[in-house]
């Protein structure tokens, strides 16, 4: 991987953290009382429920993502971005082009998602 290369895989992760950034204060981020139920019927109550577990799922997802790219972000300054987090192989070019937050290669990634690592 050449510097123009790591330089748009940084700057596409520095756009990526600030979509989740900006997408957290649309959605209100403040996390708000829950409880703001002032006579509403139970079902209009329960609808409102339901988005509002949505949208904090939401906004967990957005945080583990976070993470993510602000790992990779560490492992870009630290000049360990192509090395897989667990088993050191290069992590091929392609992969990296594909989802600029990932830290592990492709074998170590199957073995997480299988519940291996
Ligand atoms: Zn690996």
Not at 2 to 24: D, G, P
Not at 32 to 50: F, H, M, T, Y
Request: contains cysteine.
């Amino acid at each position: 991987m050449n510097a123009t290369q790591i330089a748009e895989l940084r700057e596409r992760l520095i756009k990526e953290r600030e979509r989740i950034v900006a997408e957290w204060e649309n959605h209100g981020g403040d996390g708000g009382p829950i409880d703001d139920w002032n006579g509403r019927d139970v079902e209009e109550r329960a609808v409102q429920i339901a988005s509002e577990v949505v949208e904090r799922r939401i906004a967990l997802d957005d945080s583990n993502l976070l993470r993510k790219v602000d790992f990779a972000l560490k492992r870009i300054a630290e000049g360990t971005y192509e090395q897989c987090e667990n088993c050191g192989a290069t992590i091929p070019l392609g992969r990296l082009m594909a989802k600029p937050s990932v830290s592990l290669c492709l074998a170590c990634q199957e073995a997480k998602d299988a519940g291996r690592l």
